[in-house]
């Protein structure tokens, strides 16, 4: 995983959580009707559809993956379906003019906000926490490595005297036993947040869905009155 990428995307998601929290400090009830707002809200609309749209029927349609990925790798599809996703989420957020006060604006804001939040704990908090395990599990291989083989004075870093070594060889296996413990907490956080890729799935199906609620309601009751 790129740093860069990871530190970007984490970057964007904090903005996010900032704009949001803005309607404390900021109100703006006209603006989601003006024409400005009505153009961030189309745009975030937009994004957010190709976000999903093109990423989600490559990668369940296989005939089409073949296709596409003689062109593009899914890495880079999965990249394009985070960028635009949180581009479209921050338009929208901007749309809003924090104008919560309708039900269906509500629910919308907070579904949007939860598909961000699973999709970043499935990209980067699910890869970061392999990432840790894979580390700890190699400075575990070479700590069992040193305590198993004979120990001479100087081989393997283990002291020459035997009051020393075993003074090393019970520090180490305590730090052998913290590092199991710390590997089968991780293990049990992983498998916990595995369960994301549900969680992510639900919430976009339900995000599109009240999108849709929220753009025939805009033009029912908004353009109706330039019939």
């Given at each position: 995983?790129?740093?860069?990428?990871?530190?970007?995307?984490?970057?964007?998601?904090?903005?996010?959580?900032?704009?949001?929290?803005?309607?404390?400090?900021?109100r703006?009830?006209?603006?989601?009707?003006?024409?400005?707002?009505?153009?961030?809200?189309?745009?975030?609309?937009?994004?957010?559809?190709?976000?999903?749209?093109?990423?989600?029927?490559?990668?369940?349609?296989?005939?089409?993956?073949?296709?596409?990925?003689?062109?593009?790798?899914?890495?880079?599809?999965?990249?394009?379906?985070?960028?635009?996703?949180?581009?479209?989420?921050?338009?929208?957020?901007?749309?809003?003019?924090?104008?919560?006060?309708?039900?269906?604006?509500?629910?919308?804001?907070?579904?949007?906000?939860?598909?961000?939040?699973?999709?970043?704990?499935?990209?980067?908090?699910?890869?970061?926490?392999?990432?840790?395990?894979?580390?700890?599990r190699?400075?575990?291989?070479?700590?069992?490595?040193?305590?198993?083989v004979?120990?001479?004075?100087?081989?393997?870093?283990?002291?020459?005297?035997?009051?020393?070594?075993?003074?090393?060889?019970l520090?180490?296996?305590?730090?052998?036993?913290?590092?199991?413990?710390?590997?089968?907490?991780?293990?049990?956080?992983?498998?916990?947040?595995?369960?994301?890729?549900?969680?992510?799935?639900?919430?976009?199906i339900?995000?599109?869905?009240?999108?849709?609620?929220?753009?025939?309601?805009?033009i029912?009751?908004?353009?109706?009155?330039?019939?």
């Open positions: 995983m790129n740093p860069g990428d990871r530190a970007l995307v984490t970057s964007i998601v904090l903005v996010l959580a900032v704009l949001w929290g803005g309607f404390l400090v900021h703006a009830p006209d603006f989601a009707g003006s024409t400005a707002g009505g153009f961030f809200g189309v745009a975030g609309a937009v994004l957010m559809v190709l976000a999903a749209l093109p990423y989600s029927l490559v990668r369940r349609i296989p005939s089409l993956r073949r296709t596409t990925t003689r062109h593009l790798s899914m890495r880079t599809l999965l990249g394009v379906h985070v960028y635009l996703g949180l581009a479209g989420v921050l338009l929208a957020l901007v749309h809003s003019g924090h104008k919560f006060d309708s039900v269906l604006g509500m629910a919308l804001t907070a579904t949007m906000l939860l598909v961000v939040l699973t999709g970043y704990v499935g990209r980067y908090l699910i890869a970061t926490l392999g990432e840790d395990a894979r580390a700890n190699d400075l575990l291989a070479g700590m069992r490595s040193r305590l198993t004979p120990a001479t004075a100087g081989t393997n870093g283990l002291p020459g005297e035997p009051a020393d070594r075993a003074h090393f060889m520090r180490a296996i305590g730090a052998m036993a913290d590092l199991d413990h710390a590997l089968a907490m991780e293990e049990r956080l992983r498998m916990l947040l595995k369960r994301w890729v549900v969680a992510h799935i639900a919430l976009s339900a995000l599109y869905t009240l999108l849709a609620l929220h753009v025939w309601a805009g029912e009751f908004g353009l109706r009155w330039f019939r």
